[in-house]
């Protein structure tokens, strides 16, 4: 009789927000610890981010709220997306970003009274009910801003994992006059950081980090000020997808990302070397380790 493997489950899209900002001549971005109750990387810091809801891809009601045409869509966040698909990327962006992290990447109408106070206070008091922001819209004449979504890494989860993703990660300049505050609910704790300490304190235990979000810290390592920033994020493409290859093991799981040289090999994890194989932060790598509840870049 032939055994019946069992199918990887299907990813479900997603968007995640790096918001980013300078502080005191460095750059910063937003993480955010989700809750140790929490399915998908329980305790570890993350960006905020969720996955993409039906009403996301509400074309009619969209298109008549945004600060970019149809066409523009396609431009700035397709690249090998449909508008359609496109679209409920951004709009998720949007939404997870302001429903996690108290962003909100819109404006009202011209010569109608800001508002946002108000819709921030809301949030933490009443919660946020599922079509907050298609009521935000049709009812307040908000615009969403479509504008300063750009676009950054698209990423898969891996085939093992439990829950699967299929995520756009967008970058954002933290928008002025703003705070971001956690929800409480789905994530504990905020925190503004330099990529550099963000890794120091990932492999210290302090800021336990997500394999995404210590990948994304490494690529931000070069950057030196917001202008360096948006100069790498102005013509940047989505690229091809992303999906690491988990490796399980008695000693705790191992990721391969795609570049790993062994990438597409058999191979066995030598249990004895992994402890010496932890890399310092800034180190390049292509492997990361979960040891002692910490994910930690680790040498080939």
Known sequence: MTKKTSQPKRPRPASTVILAREHEGEVQVFLLRRSGTSGFFPGNYVFPGGTIEPEDHNLELWQRNLDMDLSEVSRRLGGGLGVNEALGFGVAAIRETFEEAGVLLAYRSEGMKDGLEE???????????????????????????????????????????????????????????????????????????????????????????????????????????????????????????????????????????????????EIEIDPKRLVDSILPPGEPFSRVWLHEGIWKPVGV
């Not at 990948?215 to 920033?229: G, Q």
């Not at 940047?236 to 490796?247: D, N």
Request: one cysteine or more; charged letters at 25%; glycine letters at 8%.
């Open 119 to 265: 819709v921030c206070d809301g949030r933490m008091t009443i919660g946020l009910s599922r079509g907050w922001l298609e009521a935000l819209v049709r009812s307040e004449g908000w615009t969403l801003a479509l504008t300063r979504l750009g676009r950054w890494a698209h990423w898969i989860t891996p085939e093992l994992m439990p829950y699967r993703f299929d995520t756009r990660f967008f970058l954002v300049f933290m928008p002025p006059g703003q705070e971001c505050t956690p929800d409480a609910r789905e994530t504990t704790h905020g925190i503004w950081i330099n990529p550099a300490r963000g890794l120091a304190r990932n492999l210290e235990g302090e800021i336990p980090l997500s394999p995404p979000t210590l990948i994304t810290l490494h690529e931000l390592l070069p950057y030196r000020d917001m202008e360096a920033v948006e100069k790498a994020v102005e013509d940047r493409v989505w690229g091809e997808a992303l999906l690491p290859r988990l490796i399980p093991h008695s000693q705790g799981p191992v990721i391969l990302e795609p570049w790993d040289p062994l990438y597409h090999e």
